[in-house]
């Protein structure tokens, strides 16, 4: 099994290194200097050229207001490069793996999301990777699309990095208490992409660890977890101003994937435990 991997200096490329390094897979990871997914003649020609059986997108846009007046840059990676890679996928007969997100909500659903209900998405980050979701949809029958939420693992890339480096730069801390959605390992993502490998499975998934919470929780049992001493202020949303639109609850369940690998997933509390008390994060 070839795998070519997009993105390779993200949090979650990094993640799937780790585990192809240790099982001996063979893989060819590429950063966005490397190449960039935005240009269809680089992506065509790389990809067949490698032959892959597998391509798993890692590369995106995840500046979530900065798409507000940038839009051209977020489509470029998120819609526009994301057909690239299903054009390419096409052409080489490979599965195409590509990681979408809970923003595609619009958060006035009461209860979970899950893959049946209908997108609504609020911003133009959400917009361009909504496109990216068609776009696949539209030239492929054989692809495995995640939307994952509230993605931390090791590096800077996350929300559990800046929570760390307000702490220690900031008097006390100020965290929305209203908006909910689902903490999610990188661990918890490429052990289920991995499973859903090895069982065939294609199709639109959501993929989480279990449970859900607020922002403002979040950073509370973290801090506690890691013993940090710092007052956190519950604000609102509206407090911070914004650019972008975000979905005050787009919590999602993960029930399919977890029915169709016959597993359950970590609640999001248990795994970051685990993971601070090991020291992964």
Known sequence: ???????????????????FNEK????????????DISNFENVIKTIKEYKPDIIIN???????????????KAYAVNGAGVY?????SLETKSLLIHYSTDYV???????????????NPLSRYAISKYIGEKNIQNILERYIIFRVSWV???????????????AESQEYLKIACDEFSVPTSTRTIVDITLKSIQKG???????????????????????????????IYPAYQQDFNLPAKRPRFSAMSNDKICKELGIQIKE???ELKELIDTGEI
């Open 1 to 19: 099994m070839k795998i070519f991997l997009t993105g390779s200096k993200g949090q979650l490329a990094n993640e799937f290194i780790k585990r």
């Open 24 to 35: 001996n897979i063979d893989f060819l990871a590429l950063s966005k200097e490397e190449l």
């Open 58 to 72: 890692c590369a995106a846009y995840n500046l979530v207001d900065k798409a507000e007046e940038e839009f051209e």
């Open 84 to 88: 690239n890679l299903a054009v390419a």
């Open 105 to 119: 909500f619009d958060g006035k659903k009461e209860g979970l999301y899950t893959e049946e209900d209908i997108p």
């Open 152 to 166: 931390y693992g090791e590096g800077k890339q996350n929300f559990l990095y800046k929570l760390n480096y307000w």
């Open 201 to 231: 499975l294609t199709g639109l998934y959501h993929l989480t660890n279990s449970g859900y919470t607020s922002r403002f929780e979040w950073a509370r049992e973290y801090l506690k977890l890691k013993k940090i001493d710092k007052f």
């Open 268 to 270: 999001w509390n248990e």
